[in-house]
DNA sequence: ACGTCCCTTGACCAATTGGTCGAATTTTCG
DNA sequence: CGAAAATTCGACCAATTGGTCAAGGGACGT
């Protein structure tokens, strides 16, 4: 894993105008390396792999991206802004419950519109974040800091039952991207439950009620 | 992945006596491929990588698993009774609360004594389940319907707040096992705070409460 | 219609992969 | 001890891997 961040695509003729056919062609191949990547992570996927599910020879994919490192790089970046949105959105003047309860429905959205995405990042740091790593530890645990802190200011303010503000943020990525990552397993046990227009109801409910009543102060939301 | 499902190890002299070297070496050869296959899943393994932490050449480490499928299977075989075990424990004749609470502890033990187990799964399901498939479809889901069974008759009482008892279990897992997946990612923001001694407790507490706040009746857990 | 740049691909390469084999070494046990 | 069995490993193999290259085909503005 080279750090061969150059500006783009690392095409050979650097910095072109981009053309239609090279527009088309390297959305066909994210898209494929996406769904490769996804699944076997980087060590797991094999280049002819993404090639052929992409429609393509493998050396005119190498033509777009010179190297494996490339692809796997340009994948995490176009999907790393999309991932953070939901927890940058949680607005610290807003009413605290409502505000969770809005981030826990965002990403829970996400893991449905898009589980690649979230089993990209999975496999990822699950295999040590070899190129995440930086970002973890720099934006997203600024990032992190940032919330946790309003999150222990609603606390501190007793519009929040006392609970440690990391480890909240933790348990919304944990079940919400649990949807996403862990998908075959939930299949697996709810059987055809999981075609049914309410099942994604049911989730979302399920994890309002219990964050909810697990952090909300004062009145005790039943029924 | 072929179905080379002999009775033990597969190695040449079918049923022998088990030496006690087959003994020690079959244990290294487990513990390295289970360190290597939790972090790069089974098509990211290699043999050589494997044979290297075991401490023995790769000829060697294939005279006691003639086949890489072979290692897996036995890695995820030692594994799975154990990883089974906290919520076949759920015992439907005690307190409702007690039962949900001690469930949560012990996966959450689980998850910081063998944080490699619970990768080595996450990876196979998140590769599709092409071994455990059978038993997510089997086995653990008859385990899950059976307990499902008994939180929906404790809901039922009225002696648990009103959640679906399947989404309830995939918050605890989901929530319990993301401290073994995404360590590297909770140790990137949380820093060098992972190290201190609380750091479990806290972790244990938060969860605790979110769940008990979310699932209990009648008296509102504060303090 | 033409020249220029862009795109595509078959053939090829060195390294790595999963796996075999036979000869040598070590362990076991009577 | 000594022989049979169990273990170890260097050498080897075919297939797959990431990646290169040169030559041919196509797109596009003029």
Redesign the interface.
């Known amino acids: 894993m080279t750090p061969t961040s150059d500006g783009n695509t690392a095409r050979a003729g650097q910095t072109r105008k981009r053309t239609r056919i090279q527009e088309e062609n390297e959305e066909k191949i994210l898209d494929a390396a996406l769904e490769v990547f996804s ?6 996927a094999t280049v002819d792999q993404i090639a052929l599910l992409a429609g393509m020879t493998k050396p005119n994919l190498l033509y777009y991206f010179r190297r494996k490192d490339d692809i796997y790089l340009a994948v995490l970046r176009r999907t790393l802004e999309m991932w953070l949105t939901p927890l940058e959105a949680l607005n610290p003047e807003g009413d605290p419950a409502a505000e969770i309860t809005a981030y826990i429905d965002r990403k829970l959205e996400l893991s449905r519109d898009d589980p690649k995405a979230s ?1 990209l990042f ?2 990822e ?5 070899p190129i995440l ?1 930086e970002i ?2 720099g934006r ?2 600024m990032l ?2 940032e919330k946790a802190a309003v999150i222990r200011r609603w606390t501190g303010e007793g519009r929040l ?4 503000p ?3 943020i ?2 919304v ?3 919400t ?3 996403a ?2 998908d ?3 299949r ?4 055809e439950r999981v075609e049914r227009a309410d099942h994604f109801e ?2 979302k ?3 309002e ?9 004062g009145t ?1 939301n ?2």
């Open positions: 699944t076997y992570g980087f060590r797991g089993r999975a496999m740091i699950m295999q040590g974040a790593g973890l530890s997203l645990k992190v800091d039952a006392p609970v440690d990391y480890h909240l933790f348990m990525w944990a079940t991207q649990h949807y990552d862990f075959v397993q939930i697996a046990i709810l059987g049911t989730a409910r399920t994890l009620r219990v964050f909810l009543g697990g952090i909300a102060t005790n039943s029924s």
